[in-house]
């Protein structure tokens, strides 16, 4: 058939009605005719189309009457005299058993005969719906996106049924195999924007790296640690040892300097051991709290800050169990550190433990000092938006730039809420300010122009963009991505080769980019590249932190591979699907051009 099929065919009425109140207990029993009389002799193969057809109707009369079991006879019957097992009516007879034994709960029969319907009739949508349902019945979620992927192909995604069934099936894949990632998956550092953003929003942190030694490369302090011996004097090792991971997040190589804070907690843990002995036997637990570096009962007050490093850079990459090992150990030695306090309850936060959340901001907020007291409110605030409670976003953000405005993330964030509470020339307000305050950031600008793409302003939020990359287009991959959004909004799709050179783009300046890598995917998806959608999802999902977006991804990576896998077993049929599907877009895309 040209175009794409029916969702229905018009061959066999699966819909069940009341019981007819006219059935008498000689056609329950087996019905006109006596279905399981055998002919006295052959019949031709015109007598036994009659036969089966006579039995096909005797059984879909039970089926209307809910009567499963006898409709289950009446089929079998209409199989097993039919003449030609190829013949697409003996389709029907299967598919319509398979709704008998739908009906009956029997999901594995229904399967089975599905599988023998579609043997013969392979673009039979009734039976790819059916096998699809006992499939997800049974718990093979797989096995049913793929038959209703296939229908939806077929169909051209006009059944909404169907199509609700394939995203209600995607939805539980993508939380299965997020659920299963997140409890130990693979697992490495977001990219280096990302990383940097992260710290640029701590005083502490900031302060940190602009007060390490001026002009000290990572090789040379390396080259000071090396001839330093961790066994005669690890509190000084441990000290070097910071010294070269702080020039190695200066120098942006973060993978390194997060083995070199693991070294110098390793280092401190030798130098506390040492401490009692040092000391004749005292200063252990609870001993001396100096934190003159080089005396060995110092070194558990000295290891507060590399836990606490450790755990931020597992904290960025989502080891969030290991990452509130080492924040715990820091506030053990330091209950009153703000900065662990702080990304503690960030930390609770993901794990969805808003009680330790709060209790931890209410502990920061007690024990900061200073300028630090902006962090509060700034990630505090934070955990607000995210939480869709945007007044009191909006009040803490404020607050923290009453307290210190130096703080990018604050002046961005109350951008967001501001707007998002309806408040459109505060917000944009806000980013103007931000502007003049940060005029070479950015990020600033990128996010800018994320507002100003949701007011619909597309002209200045392309300019926004354009800024954004002026200013840091070796290393934002964010503003690439979002110019490559706006240029596929405002040309309805038609412009999909620019966007995607700039997705591209951003995938080279920034390798470990997950939103690059995502929208990528989906521009391939889009092109039909499929092969290589799905290896963009999983490099993607190498990096994802939160379930909810390993959910999504791998709904996404799923529904891909479900076309690929159709293609692979039947190119015949779902090869020219596709391409309608596809003509369909681009014409409804054609039409919102116009």
Known sequence: RAGCASADDGRVDSMPQPPSSSTTDAEAAGGAGDAGAKPSKPLTAAEAWDEATRAKERGNKRFTGRQYDIA????????????????ERVAVYYCNRAACRSMLEDYA??????DASLAISPKYVKALNRRGTAREKLGDLDGALLDYTASCLLTCFDTSATVQAADRVLKQIGRRNADARSDGGPKRLPSVNFIQTFLDSFIAHRRLLKQSTPGL????????????????????YAGLMEEEAIALMLESRFEEALTAWEGAVAAWKQASAAAPKAAGGKGGKGGNKSSKKGEGAAAPVDARRAHNLVATFYHVRGSLDEALEHYNAALALDPEDANALIKRGSLFFEKERMDACMADFTAAAAAARGAERADVHCHRGQVYLLRGELQQAADELNAGLSTDQSTMLTHIQLGMALYRLGRRSEALATFSRA??????????????????????DHAAALAKF??????????????YVNKANAILITSHGAKIDEASALIE????VDPLSEAALVHLAQIKWQKSELNDAVAYYDRAIELLRTKEELAEAYAMREAAQAHLLLLKEQPEIYEPAMAMNRQRQQQAMAGEGQ
């Open 505 to 508: 783009k951003a995938v080279e």
């Open 435 to 456: 502007e003049q305050a940060f005029p070479d950031k950015a990020e600033v600008f990128n996010f800018h122009g994320e507002l100003l793409m949701e007011t619909g």
């Open 466 to 479: 354009d800024e954004a990359l002026r200013l840091g287009g070796t290393r934002l991959a964010a503003a």
């Open 109 to 114: 029969g229904c399967t089975q005969d599905c």
């Open 72 to 87: 289950v006879r009446e089929y079998t019957q209409a199989i097993e005299v039919a003449p030609d097992m190829t013949d």
């Open 217 to 236: 490369s990572a090789k040379a302090a390396a080259a000071a640690r090396a001839e330093c011996s961790s066994d005669q004097d690890p509190a000084r």
